[in-house]
């Protein structure tokens, strides 16, 4: 819907990221997400000013060979609305007079659920500036957090992933 994620998200992928990316690597080193932040913030980095930057210049102000970016785009589609009721229903014989007697109960629910549309772009660019990899991929998902597997299915085709 047109809105930035908060910060607190916006680090959580990246944390989620870097926890899938460290277990996958092989013989490289992952910087931790903590790191790769505190050095950007001391250098003067941050998201209004970065895409002054090449991902070069990035990748030797972080001392890092390779960087990881990526965009995850996430927009409210429909609503999923269900419904139902049961009744029951009981007869039985009154000993009194007025014949049978008739016992029901019912009761209905109903829930809501929101659905997303998901696509994801990431890259991954070398100290000398060179896109090695760039990729975009819509989730088949409608849930909420369809990022997390679309974040992994994205991970594992890198040529930094290791099984």
Same mark, same amino acid.
């Given at each position: 819907?047109? !809105? ?9 992928? !990246? *944390? ?11 013989? $490289?080193?992952?910087?931790?997400? +903590?790191?790769?932040?505190?050095? $950007?913030?001391?250098?003067? &980095? ?11 210049? &990035?990748?030797? &102000? $972080?001392?890092?060979?390779? +960087?990881?970016?990526? *965009?995850?785009?996430?927009?409210? *589609?429909? *609503? #999923?609305?269900? !419904?139902? #009721? ?14 049978? +007697?008739?016992?029901?109960? @019912?009761?209905?629910?109903?829930? @809501?659920?929101?659905?997303? !549309? ?5 890259? &991954? ?25 679309? $974040? ?12």
């Amino acid at each position: 819907d047109k !809105q930035s994620a908060s910060e607190e998200m916006t680090y959580k992928v !990246q *944390t989620e990221c870097y926890t899938f990316l460290n277990n996958h690597v092989g013989e $490289l080193t992952i910087q931790d997400p +903590i790191t790769t932040n505190a050095t $950007l913030i001391k250098a003067g &980095i941050n998201q209004e000013n970065v895409r002054g930057y090449t991902m070069g210049e &990035i990748c030797n &102000i $972080l001392g890092v060979e390779y +960087i990881v970016t990526g *965009t995850i785009t996430q927009n409210k *589609t429909y *609503t #999923s609305n269900y !419904q139902g #009721s049961s009744t029951n229903a009981k007869s039985g014989d009154n000993k009194s007079k007025t014949g049978k +007697i008739f016992k029901s109960s @019912s009761s209905s629910y109903s829930s @809501s659920t929101q659905n997303f !549309q998901t696509a994801m772009t990431m890259n &991954i660019y070398t100290d000398k500036n060179t896109n090695i990899y760039s990729k975009d991929h819509s989730s088949f998902w409608p849930t909420n957090d369809a990022y997390k597997i679309t $974040l992994q299915y994205m991970l594992k085709r890198t040529p930094i992933y290791k099984k």
